[in-house]
């Protein structure tokens, strides 16, 4: 079957930041992504992985280690307003993606 | 430009009802896809359109959920016989290719 793990609750400072890691075990792999959710809100996409290595766009990085099974979401410069679930997917097959049940980020100030 | 969109965005039935979910997708995009997520875990896959071909589909839609998008435009989920597990956050996705999903606002459906 399909798994993926991510750290379930996360908490960091404002201005701080914070690595939220996801692996995954899957049969087939057309890339990752990473969406942030705020609660109650549709799911809001980030980036999107196919090969290995770091993607950094503003202040969220996404990177990608395929033989590893492993990403993470890497976000600088916390604000208040990251405080959102984010949540790893990975695209088995086709039009397929198989999501994680998210890692609550909380930020503090 | 206008987003996803998805009707009603809130929706109570009794259980025994069928309901039936709406999605408008960003205009010219080819894939469509439907996700049903539970309180606090992540989406599950339903279904996934390229224009009006029905391509992927999990396990449960092959009982009472149903998904159509007859002119590659709107699609439509419908649920039969609802029952009180069906009660979660219905999200449609489209995008130009399978790599890119953008999400509509969701249907919320509770079934009593």
């Known amino acids: 079957g399909q798994n993926i793990d991510q750290p379930t609750e996360m908490t960091a400072t404002e201005g701080a930041i914070v690595q939220i890691n996801c692996t995954y075990q899957?049969?087939?792999?057309?890339?990752l992504f990473w969406y942030q959710q705020h609660a109650g809100e549709a799911p809001t996409f980030l980036s999107y992985?196919?090969?290995?290595g770091l993607e950094e766009k503003g202040r969220f990085s996404s990177f990608l280690s395929r033989s590893k099974g492993y990403s993470y979401l890497l976000l600088k410069e916390l604000q208040m307003k990251d405080s959102a679930s984010y949540l790893c997917?990975?695209?088995?097959?086709?039009?397929?993606?198989?999501f994680g049940d998210g890692t609550t980020l909380t930020v503090k100030p | 430009g206008a987003g996803v969109s998805q009707s009603p965005s809130n929706k109570v039935t009794e259980k025994g009802k069928d309901v039936e979910l709406r999605c408008d997708p960003i205009s010219g995009h080819v894939s469509l896809f439907w996700y049903q997520q539970a309180l606090g875990q992540g989406p599950e896959f339903l279904t996934y359109f390229q224009n009006e071909a029905q391509l992927e589909k999990s396990r449960l839609l092959s009982d009472r959920f149903s998904a159509e998008r007859p002119k590659g435009s709107f699609s439509t989920l419908e649920i039969q016989r609802t029952e009180q597990g069906d009660s979660a956050m219905y999200l449609c996705?489209?995008?130009?290719?399978?790599?890119?999903?953008?999400f509509g606002p969701g249907t919320r459906l509770t079934v009593t």
């Open positions: 992985n196919v090969l290995d």
């Open positions: 997917a990975v695209n088995t097959n086709a039009g397929k993606s198989t």
């Open positions: 996705a489209s995008g130009e290719h399978t790599y890119e999903q953008y």
């Open positions: 899957t049969s087939g792999f057309n890339g």
